[in-house]
């Protein structure tokens, strides 16, 4: 499941629910929502130094909010980390 945490340092953190505990979250494609001009956005890793591949633990304690992102944001999130690469607009051949 794809969600946006608000943390408690501020930072708007997208990432993939892996596994939901008590106490935290097992989290995986982490990113943080960069504000940009013009009121755009850019994802940057939440965690750069962090080895790729391995799943990282969010402490409930440190989350302000969990909600569902805007499809706009999900269809860019999911572009970073998807395999298949598509066209944004129809072709006319």
């Known amino acids: 499941m794809t969600v946006l945490l608000r943390l408690y340092s501020g930072e708007d953190v997208i990432c993939q629910i892996l596994e939901e505990h008590d106490d935290r979250y097992l989290v995986d494609n982490v990113v943080v929502a960069v504000p940009m001009e013009q009121g755009r ?33 999900v269809t860019q999130y999911e572009g970073l980390f998807s395999k298949v690469i598509t066209p944004q607009k129809k072709l006319i051949v």
């Open 41 to 73: 956005l850019s994802f940057a890793p939440w965690s750069p130094l962090a080895k790729e591949g391995i799943p990282l633990t969010i402490t409930k304690n440190y989350v302000v909010y969990q909600t569902e992102l805007n499809e706009d944001l």
